[in-house]
């Protein structure tokens, strides 16, 4: 099994920034992965906000780009999503996940935690 264990929503204005943080951990954990977030906003389907493979190569929902940032420190198997110019549209549950298309199953999400920008 894996844990996804993120942290670092909260309330903030539209233009101010946030820090979300994904820690991974357990047995089957690999590094050989892309960890990244999503969001969900009420009535609306999941998607992806931006992702990271293991060597670095990044992806990003083009709403985000330019403002969103994504990183990973492997040596501590976390994923970080660094959010500015926060805008009330990114308001949602936003989720860390972590795959490896290469392995049959190999899909975890996290708990989310919720974001919310007011105008």
């Known amino acids: 099994q894996v844990q996804l264990v993120e942290s670092g929503g909260g309330l903030v204005e539209a233009g101010g920034s946030l820090r979300l943080s994904c820690a991974a951990s357990?047995?089957?954990?690999?590094?050989?992965?892309?960890m990244g977030w999503y969001r969900q906003a009420p009535g609306k389907q999941r998607e992806l906000v931006a992702d990271i493979t293991n060597v670095g190569r990044t992806n990003y929902a083009a709403s985000v780009k330019g403002r969103f940032t994504i990183s990973k420190d492997n040596a501590k198997n976390t994923v970080y999503l660094q959010m500015n110019s926060l805008k009330p549209d990114d308001t949602a549950v936003y989720y860390c996940?972590?795959?490896?298309?290469?392995?049959?199953?190999?899909?975890?999400w996290g708990q989310g935690t919720q974001v919310t920008v007011s105008s």
């Open positions: 357990g047995s089957d954990f690999i590094s050989n992965n892309v």
């Open positions: 996940n972590v795959r490896a298309p290469w392995v049959y199953g190999y899909n975890y």
